[in-house]
């Protein structure tokens, strides 16, 4: 387990390995924090870090009651390894929303690529 710091102004958590630092960034909007990137130098990959960066930010939504969207692969890579450690549920009807609205109904089929 690595110490993981929270900077909230930057929306950031970061630890420090072996002089390699690793972090995990998020936007908030009202009670949703959407987990963009995550980034762990290849010296300290493999190692759980990225898993430890997630742990934190679960915990910080958690506690602070906010819906988490992983928008980033390795976030919603480990959300669904991890089903109990978050709102999956909510996290994919958010997702089907962000689709609804970005490829409306009212789209000619070719814009979905059926014809």
Avoid at 5 to 29: I, K, M
Avoid at 36 to 43: A, Y
Avoid at 55 to 77: D, H, I, Q, T
């Amino acid at each position: 387990m690595t110490t993981i710091n929270h900077d909230a102004g930057r929306r950031r958590f970061t630890t420090e390995v072996e002089g390699h630092r690793a972090l995990l960034d998020y936007s908030l909007s009202e009670s949703v924090m959407t987990i963009t990137h995550t980034e762990v130098p290849q010296p300290i990959g493999g190692r759980g870090v990225a898993a430890d960066l997630m742990r934190a930010a679960l915990a910080a939504a958690n506690k602070e009651g906010w819906s988490v969207v992983p928008a980033c692969s390795y976030a919603a890579a480990y959300m669904r390894r991890h089903p109990d450690s978050g709102e999956i549920q909510h996290q994919e009807d958010l997702l089907d929303e962000a689709l609804e609205e970005s490829f409306p109904a009212s789209d000619s089929p070719s814009m979905g690529g059926i014809t």
